[in-house]
């Protein structure tokens, strides 16, 4: 009853989506009448093999289509597949079939009854926990700018580890501003909540500060003024310190640094350096930004207007429509049927192959299939990782565990601790969630005297659940990232060219509907980017993957986010320009070569012609966007927006395949 309440606790946890009590009430509402009658249809169709597979087949389909119909719904519905899988692993002979869907609805109750405790004592708490990840991670990527005063550094490197960052901190802060959305729309409203997303607007705008702040040290600077280059890696290293332990509930407790900024602008800079010298006071002006922002966060919360509130997905129970947008979206040209048929298959075959071949504890397998199965090849190939690793750590520590024989009275605390790290890790590190779920699985097997027996099926069926959903992934249109990618970066170029365009226009009347406007476009520009080199990681993630292709991938991500710095830097400045004729003329010459550029890329989306080019002149790109990257901090905006248009002609140039 133990172990069933806790597997119970666990999918109640995943169909926990919402961050409106309401919804959440609702949720929980649909959740528990479905996870007993899921559950008691497998203990009624256990005996049976050809109903157990026919009616999993069916079922299974129909609640992984439940995405269709809203986010929220599909969670549930993947929450109810795994609650099955669970009553599958329980299944004893000669029980009331009543008694396992009994106890796993009662685990769910369990974990409903701890979330009201939190909701009343904690509220908001996955909120500041959220915000708190997200201050850290750029604390995080602040340290790595900082990395040019004093280490050296490889660009491309840099880059790399700021974008995984970038990545990172782009889905913290979608997650948390998506969430807090959802609260103000349904009328939840407190200072706390206020509080949270002034936080969240602080935590974006020090982001795109960060954007900014590329920097690598000349070996004259260095040689010239290393105490100045010392002082700024100190001023960057407190600040960052600081930034790593704020959260809403300790700020007004955080004692913040002591920098004087005025001191390191003031700094002699021999003048044979003081070329080199500017890019390092474009640094200071930033982290004295941020520190500015940082100074604002303990001010007390203020209501806060949010005139782009997001509206919840909520479901329409008009049968006509469920049954039209379901029955609209049964063609492979649909992710959704592709991901819910995968997992159809994925899990009809495991059942098939346990009930043929009698393995013990083989409904692991089906567990292991669902849990690592995404919606691409990359993704997959990433989580089937994430779960030997974890497995096999876990099987390691559980054979320590049985070679001393560790007492029966320590095993409920292992069972315990085990538990709350999966809920711990579960969204965060799928590979340390799979080895405390391990020892989880092992602590109270052990308490039912089976802790023996688990560790060569544990292993067993984790490598054949694996191995049936990367089949049927292969089979089902894979998305290879290779193929994607140049669709993502004729996408890039649009968000470019929108920008420009808008930018023209804001430019001619700067009012408030032409400033939303062209905000909303740099926000797109600058998720378009994240998604270019998220394509990059995603291709590392892939187990066929070429060197060459992955430089090439990367190489474009770097071009691009070179534009988007220039433009960032000139958005963040927009005010203080004035259109001119000249100005008109450079926006116009760098919007016509990106027109240029997405015809080029619509004319070569195939990935093979596209990659053929880069690498005939990726020499020439490097050469061009080094720099470029030098130069962005000694331009003035009227400078900066001519750099822009050279910098699209040169990358135009280089991957035009036609004769010059």
């Not at 709350?420 to 799928?430: C, D, G, I, K, Q």
Request: neutral net charge; charged residues 15%.
């Amino acid at each position: 009853m133990g172990i069933a309440f806790s597997l119970g606790s666990i999918s109640c946890g995943f169909a926990d989506t919402s961050s409106v009590t309401k919804y959440r009430i609702l949720d929980f509402a649909i959740a528990l009448p479905l996870f007993f009658l899921i559950s008691l249809g497998i203990e009624v169709v256990f005996p049976h093999s050809l109903l157990f597979v026919g009616s999993l087949a069916i079922v299974s389909f129909a609640l992984f289509m439940l995405a269709v119909l809203t986010p929220r719904l599909g969670a549930i519905g993947f929450a109810a597949i795994l609650l099955a899988i669970y009553a599958m692993l329980l299944h004893l002979e000669g029980r009331p079939v009543w008694l396992i869907p009994m106890w796993l609805t009662g685990g769910a109750m369990w974990y409903i009854f701890w979330q009201a405790l939190a909701i009343t004592f904690l509220p908001n708490q996955e909120s500041k926990d959220i915000l708190s990840d997200l201050y850290q991670a750029l604390a995080k990527k602040l340290m790595i700018h900082d990395k040019g005063f004093v280490f050296s550094t490889d660009k491309n490197q840099l880059f790399i580890q700021s974008a995984q960052l970038r990545s990172k901190i782009a889905t913290l802060s979608h997650t948390l501003e998506y969430r807090i959305h959802q609260q103000f729309s349904c009328g939840e409203d407190s200072a706390k909540l206020q509080d949270i997303y002034r936080f969240l607007k602080i935590a974006e705008h020090i982001n795109e500060q960060t954007r900014l702040m590329y920097f690598t040290s000349t070996p004259l600077l260095k040689q010239s003024c290393p105490q100045w280059l010392e002082h700024i890696h100190h001023a960057d290293q407190q600040i960052s310190q600081y930034l790593a332990q704020v959260s809403v509930n300790n700020v007004h407790h955080l004692a913040l640094p002591n920098v004087d900024f005025e001191a390191l602008r003031r700094y002699q800079v021999p003048a044979e350096a003081q070329q080199e010298a500017i890019a390092a006071q474009s640094f200071i002006n930033k982290l004295d930004i941020i520190y500015l922002s940082l100074c604002e966060l303990k001010n007390q919360s203020s209501t806060i207007t949010n005139p782009t509130i997001v509206k919840p997905i909520v479901l329409t129970w008009k049968w006509r429509d469920i049954i039209s947008k379901l029955t609209s979206q049964m063609t492979l040209k649909s992710s959704y049927f592709r991901h819910a048929l995968r997992g159809t298959l994925s899990l009809t075959t495991g059942l098939i192959v346990v009930r043929l071949l009698d393995l013990d504890f083989g409904f692991w397998t089906l567990m292991t299939s669902l849990l690592i199965l995404r919606p691409n090849l990359s993704m997959t190939w990433t989580r089937l990782l994430q779960r030997l690793t974890g497995t096999i750590c876990g099987l390691i520590v559980v054979s320590g565990l049985l070679h001393f024989q560790v007492a029966s009275s320590i095993l409920p605390f292992i069972f315990c601790i085990a538990a709350v790290l999966f809920f711990h890790t579960s969204a965060r590190h799928y590979g340390f969630a799979v080895f405390f779920v391990t020892l989880f699985v092992f602590a109270g097997f052990s308490l039912n005297g089976q802790g023996d027996n688990i560790m060569l099926p544990r292993l067993d069926n984790t490598v054949l659940g694996v191995i049936i959903p990367l089949i049927f992934v292969f089979i089902l249109t894979p998305g290879w990232q290779k193929k994607s990618f140049p669709t993502q970066l004729s996408t890039t170029v649009k968000g470019y060219i929108d920008y420009l365009i808008s930018f023209n226009l804001y430019l001619s009347n700067k009012d408030q509907k032409h400033t939303e406007k062209l905000q909303h476009h740099f926000q797109n520009c600058v998720v378009y980017d994240t998604n270019l080199f998220d394509h990059w990681m995603g291709y590392l993630g892939e187990p066929q993957r070429n060197s060459q292709t992955s430089e090439h991938i990367l190489l474009c991500s770097r071009s691009s986010n070179i534009i988007l710095r220039i433009l960032t830097q000139i958005n963040e400045s927009k005010e203080n320009i004035i259109l001119n004729d000249e100005i008109e003329a450079e926006l116009k010459s760098a919007t016509h070569s990106l027109i240029q550029l997405q015809q080029l890329l619509q004319q070569t989306l195939n990935h093979t012609e596209l990659f053929k080019h880069i690498s005939k002149q990726e020499k020439f790109i490097y050469q061009s966007f080094t720099y470029i990257e030098d130069e962005i901090y000694r331009l003035d905006n009227n400078a900066l927006i001519a750099l822009l248009s050279k910098e699209i002609a040169l990358f135009l140039k280089a991957i035009d395949h036609q004769p010059q």
